[in-house]
């Protein structure tokens, strides 16, 4: 019986009929600044289209990023755009795409995909675990002051224009990336997509500011990209300074763009999207000044188990066999003997007794090394066979610090 819905790769010439199908779906509007951005940065050939006669009623991208893990930069599949139109919803089309998704993946040579889930009940049950949490930070600047004991160093701030910072911005994003669980590379066209400034894109928000931190040297090791918001009486809302992201290779060079950003006047509002342990808090004599919202960032689903636990490193000497079931994705069911010595790590598959039974969404959400493997045994997600295992095991999976990804709502798209 044929595919009454079938799926193949976008052709260039249908991206404008696709976009319009996802926007619809999405409840935006297709307009100047919109989707129209995507033909820059998707990969035609790794976004999927559903069809009904000739016309598109779904579809799905792919983009080919590096994701640092820990201890670690390896391929990742960034999902994103999946969309079904409100006409063709409850006939497998969605699993119809996720399918061949996870097909493109592992052709792809990839052993991990990972979105930013728009619903978390849609994606737990293909596979994906929520890896990574983000803070939203809303601040009142006037009671915002930095600690005497923080030092901001000799360096200075400057606000520069996007052709001036760009570079800068490049290099500080590259060295802070590589030891950052959960940033991902970002070649040219990202760069492109994540300054595109054009009024449709700024949400009401003025355009962007670009702040460098250079060393007495002249060694450019920190940068904050900011917006300014108006005020709004109807809702209360103060005049804010809008972080879109800020980065830097020193604690000085963090402390002295957080020291611009909180001086800036006419604007006593603050909001930021952060780490879960993000050390601004810690910084200012008044903690309170912050209001802060946890919220899901990245979604992490191992296509392939056994290539994906060997190709990070662990906190703890571990040598255990795992137990794993995935319904989803049969070729990882199985046991896996998973044994990490510092840099020295081996999964393989075995028949040896089981020390944790678990799902691959669980595997999915340890793996950027945020949530614990103990924390969903308290669940009723993961289970201990072996006695100790399950913290040491847990432990080993941990990171110094918790798992991030900048660009939040918008991973991959830059």
Request: aromatic letters at 8%; glycine letters at 12%; hydrophobic letters at 35%.
């Amino acid at each position: 019986m044929s595919d009454p819905y079938p799926l193949r790769p976008l052709h260039e010439h249908e991206i404008t009929d696709w976009a319009r199908m996802t926007c619809d779906t999405y409840g935006t509007d297709w307009r100047e600044g919109g989707l129209r951005g995507v033909q820059g940065s998707i990969e035609p050939e790794r976004t999927v289209a559903a069809f009904d006669g000739g016309r598109i009623i779904g579809g799905g991208a792919i983009y080919s990023r590096d994701l640092t893990v820990p201890g670690a930069v390896r391929p990742v599949a960034g999902v994103t755009l999946i969309a079904v139109s409100p006409t063709h919803r409850r006939r497998g089309v969605l699993t119809s795409i996720i399918r061949r998704q996870f097909e493109d993946v592992r052709a792809h040579g990839e052993s991990v995909a990972a979105l930013n889930a728009s619903e978390g009940g849609i994606y737990g049950r293909f596979g994906y675990g929520m890896a990574s949490r983000l803070a939203r930070v809303n601040g009142d600047k006037r009671m915002m002051r930095l600690h005497p004991g923080v030092d901001t160093g000799q360096g200075r701030v400057q606000l520069l224009d996007s052709a001036q910072a760009r570079p800068l911005l490049e290099k500080v994003h590259d060295t802070v990336r590589s030891g950052s669980v959960g940033w991902v590379d970002r070649p040219e066209r990202f760069w492109d997509a994540l300054l595109r400034d054009d009024p449709p894109v700024r949400g009401g928000m003025t355009a962007m500011r670009f702040a460098v931190h250079t060393e007495p040297g002249g060694e450019a090791t920190g940068y904050a990209i900011y917006r300014f918001r108006g005020a709004d009486d109807s809702r209360g809302t103060p005049a804010t300074v809008h972080v879109v992201e800020l980065a830097a290779t020193r604690p000085r060079a963090h402390a002295a763009l957080w020291d611009l950003l909180i001086s800036i006047d006419a604007h006593p509002g603050l909001y930021y999207e952060g780490p879960v342990d993000d050390p601004l808090p810690r910084m200012l004599t008044d903690a309170g000044a912050l209001s802060t919202g946890v919220f899901d960032n990245l979604w992490v689903r191992l296509v392939d188990v056994e290539r994906a636990l060997a190709e990070r490193h662990y906190s703890l000497p571990l040598d255990v066999v795992l137990e794993v079931d995935d319904a989803f994705c049969p070729w990882n069911t199985g046991r896996y003997r998973l044994r990490a010595d510092g840099e020295d790590v081996r999964c393989e598959r075995t028949g040896a007794t089981a020390d944790l039974r678990l799902s691959a969404a669980e595997l999915g959400a340890a793996y950027l090394g945020g949530t614990t493997l103990a924390s969903l045994a308290q669940a009723g997600r993961v289970m201990e066979l072996t006695p100790g295992s399950l913290s040491r095991c847990s432990t080993a999976f941990r990171g110094e610090r918790e798992p991030f990804h900048p660009s939040g709502r918008a991973f991959p798209a830059y």
